[in-house]
């Protein structure tokens, strides 16, 4: 998600209030769709997926021709060193350095070796590296926000980062979305493709939240969020989260509801 474009005071007036959205969110919470493992697509609090979201029949395709033009990625397309986001210019990045890891496994909880996990996210302040994000944060010369690695024989991920700061959008007045981290996984087939959104505990914007709050089964919008590890801290270095990710069966991780694009 990219932060938002400034409006000017007679722009906001015509946004729903956070009142209003949270109002909203309550009553489809109380539904009948509650509990439904995955974001709902057709969902009025996140106005935007009104107009974007699927009206007509999805289209069948054959999964294993798809897959035979799959990207394969191997340990000499990657360097070890994608995988901390804050030596990759010439200075340090401001912000609480952290390592973000967990383990990817399947449905029966074996590792899924050798994949390729993708990061990106807003710096510490809130703001993406990118030209179209205009909130009124600073851009970190020495953070770009993206990084990769492939999973070990464990199926284990590792970054080195800084934690995100939250940004507004244009949703509704006063709209602010929850620190995250996006995650893209491919998997080892068509039907494990993954990208979704890393929280961190106790956020008190998670709530107001229409994009986390469109998953309307607690249990799996708890999945999206990683847990403080103290093992994976390092004294006077950085803090830790763990966070594992399951690409198939009932206890699969949560798709993100797609974005709006720059």
């Known amino acids: 998600m990219i932060g938002s474009v400034s409006a000017s005071p007679s722009q906001q007036r015509i946004l729903p209030s956070q009142q209003q959205i949270s109002r909203e969110i309550g009553e489809l919470a109380a539904a009948p769709a509650r509990g439904v493992p995955q974001p709902l697509l057709d969902y009025p609090p996140y106005r935007s997926s009104l107009l974007r979201h699927p009206t007509k029949a999805l289209r069948h395709a054959v999964p294993e021709l798809i897959e035979r033009t799959a990207p394969v990625f191997g340990e000499r397309d990657i360097d070890a060193v994608e995988a901390d986001l804050t030596i990759q210019h010439s200075g340090e990045p401001l912000g609480e350095r952290m390592v973000v890891t967990g383990r990817v496994v399947d449905a029966d909880g074996r590792p899924v070796r050798g994949q390729l996990v993708e990061i990106w996210q807003a710096n510490a302040a809130g703001r993406y590296l990118h030209n179209h994000d205009q909130h009124h944060a600073p851009i970190d010369p020495n953070f770009t926000g993206v990084g990769r690695c492939l999973t070990d024989d464990d199926g284990q991920y590792r970054f080195i980062t800084i934690k995100p ?3 507004p959008w244009r949703n509704h007045d006063n709209a602010w979305r929850p620190a995250h981290i996006h995650f893209s996984l491919f998997g080892r ?11 961190f505990p106790a956020d008190p914007l998670m709530p107001y939240d229409p994009i986390s709050q469109s998953i309307t089964d607690p249990a799996v919008l ?5 847990r403080y590890d103290h093992t994976l801290s390092m004294p006077e270095t950085m803090t830790g989260y763990r966070w594992d990710i399951v690409l198939s069966g009932s206890r699969r991780t949560a798709m993100e509801p797609e974005e709006d694009q720059p």
């Open 165 to 167: 700061g939250p940004y």
């Open 189 to 199: 087939a068509f039907t494990e493709r993954l990208v979704t959104q890393m929280y």
């Open 222 to 226: 708890a999945r999206l969020i990683a």
